[in-house]
C-alpha cells in the first residue's frame, strides 16, 4: 500500500509539467474546463456502463458535493493553472507541502480536531520553511501582477489554492468515508460540473482558447486527463480510506523532488539553493506532524 503512495505523488509531481507545458498552447481556465469535463465524463460513462451507478448524487449530500466542486475544482484546479504560467513546477510543487499545516488548521477549525504543541511547533517550521524560496527573487514574469511584500501575486495565488484544496479534502473524506459514497462517483461529479462552471468562466473572461499547435495541445490534454483527472485522482480517493489526511499530506514532498526532475529535464529549469533550503526545512516540519500522527494514533484510519 505505501507504494501506492509512492507512485502517487510521484505522479502528482508530473501533472506540474504537464499543466506548465500545455499553458504554451492554450488558456488556464479553458485547460481546466477541458480535462476536467472529458475525464468527468469518461469516469460517468464507466461507472454507468461497468457499474450501473447512477451518476448524480444523493439529496443529503448535495451541500457536501457543491463545497468539493467549488473548493477543488474551481479554486483549486482554476488558480493553480493560473499561478503556473509564472511559476516554475518546483516552486509550485513547494508550495503544495503546505497542504498539511493548512490541513491541520482547517481540522481544528471545522472538525475541533485538537493542535498538539508538536503540531504547533510543525506548523511554525513548515510555514518558516517556505521563507527562503519566497524571499528569493523571482522571475520577471511572476512580478507583472505586482506583489505584497516579498510574495508575488501569483504565490499568494497558489497559496490560497493549497489551502483551498486542504479543505476539499477534508470535504472529500466525509463523502467517501463518513457518507461511504464511491470516490470514483465523487471525482466524476465534481469533474463534470466543476469543468463545466470553469468553462463558463473561460467564455466570461473572453479567453483565447488555443493558441498553440492543436495537435500538441490535445495530446498533452490526453496526458494531463490519463494522470491527474483519471490515475491521480482516484487513487487519492482510495487511498483516503486508509491513511488519515495529514499522512497523505506529509508525503506529498515526494512531489516537489520529482517536480525538479521533470522540470529541469524537459522545461529547462534552473533550480538554486533557496529551493533546497526550503524543502528540507520544510520536511522537518512535516516530520514533526507525522511522529504527533504515530504518537496519537492517527497515521491509519481504517
Known amino acids: 500500500m505505501l507504494f501506492l503512495v509512492i507512485l502517487l505523488y510521484a505522479l502528482f509531481g508530473f501533472t506540474f509539467t504537464l499543466g506548465k507545458i500545455v499553458l504554451f498552447y492554450a488558456s488556464p481556465f479553458f485547460v481546466v474546463a477541458t480535462r476536467m469535463m472529458i475525464g468527468g465524463l469518461a469516469l460517468m460513462a464507466y461507472l454507468t456502463f461497468f457499474h450501473k451507478i447512477k451518476c448524480w448524487p444523493h439529496k443529503n449530500d448535495f451541500w ?34 503546505l497542504s498539511p499545516f493548512f490541513t491541520a488548521l482547517l481540522a481544528y477549525i471545522f472538525l475541533k480536531e485538537k493542535i ?17 524560496i519566497l524571499i528569493a527573487q523571482s522571475s520577471p514574469e511572476e512580478n507583472i501582477w505586482g506583489s505584497i511584500a516579498f510574495l508575488s501575486t501569483p504565490e499568494l495565488v497558489l497559496i490560497c489554492a493549497v489551502g483551498c484544496l486542504s479543505y476539499s479534502m477534508i470535504v472529500m473524506q466525509k463523502l467517501v468515508k463518513h457518507r461511504n459514497v464511491n470516490p470514483i462517483l465523487v471525482n466524476s461529479i465534481s469533474m463534470v460540473y466543476g469543468g463545466a462552471a470553469m468553462g463558463l468562466t473561460s467564455i466570461a473572461r473572453a479567453e483565447k482558447m488555443i493558441f498553440g499547435d492543436p495537435v500538441l495541445f490535445w495530446s498533452v490534454i490526453g496526458m494531463q486527463i490519463i494522470v491527474s483527472n483519471i490515475l491521480c485522482s482516484n487513487l487519492q480517493a482510495f487511498l483516503l480510506r486508509t491513511y488519515s489526511t495529514t499522512f497523505l499530506a506529509f508525503a506529498s514532498f515526494i512531489s516537489p523532488l520529482c517536480a525538479l526532475g521533470y522540470g529541469a529535464l524537459l522545461l529547462n529549469e534552473v533550480i538554486t539553493w533557496h529551493f533546497f533550503a526550503s524543502f528540507f526545512i520544510v520536511i522537518i516540519g512535516l516530520t514533526i506532524f507525522y511522529v504527533d500522527d504515530i504518537r496519537q494514533g492517527k497515521l491509519t484510519q481504517a
Do not use: D, H
Request: aromatic share 20%.
Open 64 to 97: 457536501l458535493f457543491a463545497q468539493f466542486i467549488f473548493f477543488n475544482i474551481c479554486a483549486f484546479y482554476g488558480s493553480r493553472s493560473w499561478a503556473l504560467q509564472y511559476l516554475t513546477t518546483s516552486k509550485a510543487a513547494l508550495l503544495m507541502n
Open 116 to 132: 498538539s504543541l508538536l503540531k504547533a511547533l510543525g506548523l511554525f517550521i513548515g510555514f518558516s520553511g517556505m521563507l527562503p
